[in-house]
């Protein structure tokens, strides 16, 4: 039985890279206009098939399907797919008319890098997420002129194809696997060999019916099956790329292999794969929270919002929040961590679906025996008092769970930002993301030295007053790891992905968003109309929401913006 069923693997691997050989002719021969019209065709399949895309993702994670958390599903699902579709073709329709993705962009500089505002990106921008910005940051040397010209990437030559590139898909944000199968076909002009991770086996029918314009033509052709499926693939003769998300370990496994063999492998330098691999990893994302002046309802909202870095979609994400860096000084620091520890605690209950939750939970308590143990059934993990140190091994171990950490470091002012921008560089694995929270008399207080410590942050997303999950839903930001890893220290992954501007040699993103939700950032003067955010884990009307924003972002029209500022302000 088990020789039949590798010879299975072996054979649904080999017809999918002939479709797939085949399939290259035909995407080479599309005109760009012809390649828009594809990706519109699957962004309207996207939308008309959504409600199923979020049943089999609600299945998945055992959500009930009445509660507010269906809402990250749908933001985290169809919404972005169909945002990311939406962007890409109208790319692909500039390239086509003999311009820029970028001829109507709006340009700035920030620390000697030419920037590139992401969001608002338009009028609805303006409107669903008022206060809240993104710029991407051009690697240093990059010029307007050279941003202008290089935006489109392959797409420059669309009949010179790339060969067949391999996506091993994610299994806890479901929109990543058909992002990245995107990315890989546009980016680089490859066709796809979509493996999908068994976690989201059940999203197979929704995802063959998205992707049925692709799969005809022959350009993506979506596999399933275990670790020895995706071997078949990423080392199979006539695949020309690998590109994955998940896990510094699994990417080593990968790449290297396992055992003995693989350090000797890595020593030498001689990798298993003879292609190149891009990554998406994971990482310990902190939160560095800057000491000021805050009012109680500063206070509850910001704990709110770590709770959220922490706990979006049962902490299950390769971008959570993991280490919270707090000053010893701050006269509100026990206030602050008291409101945390409830935020924490009183989160909505959700089942530890993803595999092995459960044994990385008592893994932690088992490092950290002190630990608070928080929410239904102690299921969530606090753990004060770390010192920033390589040799804390809750900054350097991505636990992909409902674990969180606490950091004091002495000082205030610019001397505690300093030391909490230091620690995040050098002393946390990874460099996928990283979140501030400031007052913004205390960015004001600070000057031009707070834009310095963004510009040393060496992270892929910076988020000020904002999560950097939301630089995975803007369709026109990057997405990935800070530059400079390589294969034999691959930290957060090489590489990016969704930047649907088709930008070229981006350096990082840098979201900004509001202090405090509207009304009171309108009182406090801060000119930011945008309530409590959807993606708030205490957010009552999500579901709603995140259903609106799906329709929304598969046909934009003004005429659907009252119904979701409606639902926002319910949250």
Not at 296 to 311: G, N
Not at 418 to 444: C, E, S, Y
Not at 466 to 484: I, K, Q, R, S, V
Request: charged share 15%; aromatic share 6%; net charge negative.
């Amino acid at each position: 039985m088990a020789s039949t069923t590798a010879d299975q693997s072996i054979a649904a691997v080999d017809r999918a890279i002939v479709d797939l050989t085949e399939g290259e002719r035909r995407w080479a021969a599309l005109s760009l206009t012809e390649r828009a019209d594809l990706l519109d065709t699957v962004r309207d399949l996207t939308v008309a098939h959504a409600g199923e895309w979020v049943d089999a993702a609600i299945t998945i994670k055992k959500l009930d399907p009445t509660s507010p958390l269906v809402g990250e599903e749908w933001m985290s699902g169809p919404y972005a797919f169909a945002g990311g579709l939406g962007v890409v073709a109208q790319s692909l329709r500039a390239l086509a008319a003999g311009d820029s993705p970028l001829a109507g962009a709006t340009f700035g500089e920030a620390s000697g890098h030419i920037t590139v505002q992401a969001m608002p990106a338009g009028l609805n921008d303006m409107l669903l997420l008022s206060g809240f910005s993104a710029q991407v940051w051009l690697q240093e040397g990059v010029t307007r002129a050279d941003a202008l010209r290089d935006a489109g990437l392959a797409q420059h030559h669309p009949e010179q194809t790339g060969g067949v590139g391999v996506v091993l898909g994610a299994g806890n944000i479901m929109s990543i696997a058909p992002l990245d199968t995107l990315y890989e076909l546009v980016a680089f002009n490859r066709v796809v060999a979509l493996k999908l991770n068994p976690v989201t086996d059940a999203l197979l029918p929704t995802f063959q019916t998205v992707f049925a314009p692709l799969i005809e033509l022959g350009a993506v052709r979506i596999l399933t099956g275990g670790a020895d499926v995706g071997k078949l693939l990423v080392e199979h003769t006539r695949v020309a790329h690998v590109h994955m998300t998940g896990s510094a370990i699994t990417h080593d496994a990968i790449v290297w292999g396992t055992g003995p063999e693989a350090a000797e492998r890595k020593k030498a330098g001689t990798p298993l794969l003879s292609v190149p691999v891009t990554s998406e990893l994971g990482g310990v994302s902190p939160t560095i929270v800057l000491p000021g002046k805050w009012s109680r309802a500063d206070i509850e909202f910001q704990a709110a919002h770590v709770a959220t870095q922490r706990l979006h979609n049962g902490g299950y994400n390769c971008v959570a929040s993991q280490s919270v860096i707090v000053s010893a000084d701050w006269p509100q620091r026990d206030e602050f961590l008291a409101a945390l520890k409830k935020a924490f605690d009183t989160a909505p209950a959700r089942p530890a679906y993803y595999p092995g939750s459960d044994s990385r939970v008592d893994g932690a308590v088992a490092t950290y025996p002190e630990a608070g143990r928080f929410g239904p059934g102690g299921g969530r993990v606090l753990v004060e008092g770390l010192a920033a140190s390589k040799d804390e091994p809750l900054l350097t171990t991505e636990y992909f769970a409902p674990v969180l950490g606490v950091v004091e470091l002495p000082g205030v002012g610019a001397e505690f930002a300093r030391a909490a921008v230091d620690a995040a560089n050098t002393q946390f694995a990874g460099t996928l993301g990283v979140n501030l929270i400031a007052h913004p008399k205390t960015i004001r207080e600070l000057g031009a030295t707070f834009d310095d410590l963004i510009a040393e942050l060496r992270y892929g997303t910076i988020a000020v007053n904002a999560w950097t999950g939301l630089g995975f839903l803007t369709p026109t930001a990057t997405w990935g790891a800070f530059p400079g890893h390589t294969i034999d220290d691959v930290q957060s992954g090489i590489g990016v992905v969704h930047n649907a501007w088709l930008i070229n040699r981006p350096e990082r993103t840098v979201i900004r968003g509001p202090f405090r939700p509207a009304p009171r950032s309108v009182i406090h003067a801060e000119w930011a109309l945008s309530p409590k955010p959807p993606w708030f884990v205490n957010n009552r009307s999500s579901a709603t929401t995140g259903r609106l924003l799906a329709q929304f972002a598969g046909a934009p029209s003004l005429a659907k913006l009252p119904s979701i500022v409606v639902s926002a302000l319910k949250g």
